[in-house]
């Protein structure tokens, strides 16, 4: 026990070392901080649903061409009679119709012209799938492709 009037010193393990002081974060150095992180997460938010953005439209190309090379082959299988008919209208094949993630969000058209400068035996068929994209605006893919009555080569041919 120390004697009255004696000068009692801290322990070694609590004293600070000379020259530092103790210091806070002002006022200022927070609101700069805070200021910092949040222009840090809204860059990434809108950058991470720009990325979502483009990520659902190379999806939704990617199954629009295949939709309508699909189509493309089964116009190419058809009879003449059958190409000209304007009851004919393009379905969704059977692979996409059973996915709901497609059947419901794609619809397919189909637009026929006959050509004139070649005899009427030349027909341009135009074969367009269209949906929404995930912002909701309307997008759509086109194929053109030709349709002889007798072969393409027959089409483009002149005869004497």
């Known amino acids: 026990m120390p004697s009255p009037g004696a000068q009692v010193l801290p322990s070694p393990r609590f004293r600070r070392p000379r020259g530092l002081a103790r ?7 927070v609101i700069m901080s805070v200021s910092v992180l949040a222009l840090t ?16 439209s190379a999806r939704n190309l990617e199954v629009a061409s295949r939709i309508l090379q ?7 299988l058809l009879s003449w009679t059958q190409v000209t008919s304007s009851a004919y209208t393009p379905t969704l094949d059977a692979v996409f119709r059973n996915n709901p ?14 050509l004139p400068d070649r005899g009427g035996k030349l027909l341009q068929i135009t074969l ?19 349709y002889g009555q007798n072969g393409l080569f027959s089409a483009f041919t002149t005869r004497s």
């Open 70 to 76: 699909t189509e493309m082959e089964k116009q190419r």
């Open 128 to 146: 367009t799938a269209s949906w929404r994209s995930y912002d909701g605006r309307p997008q759509s893919r086109s194929y053109t492709t030709y």
């Open 101 to 114: 993630q497609i059947a419901g969000r794609f619809t397919l058209s189909r637009s026929i012209e006959l």
């Open 41 to 56: 997460i809204t860059t990434s938010i809108t950058v991470m649903q720009r990325a979502f953005l483009n990520f659902d």
């Open 23 to 29: 210091r806070a974060f002002t006022l200022v150095e």
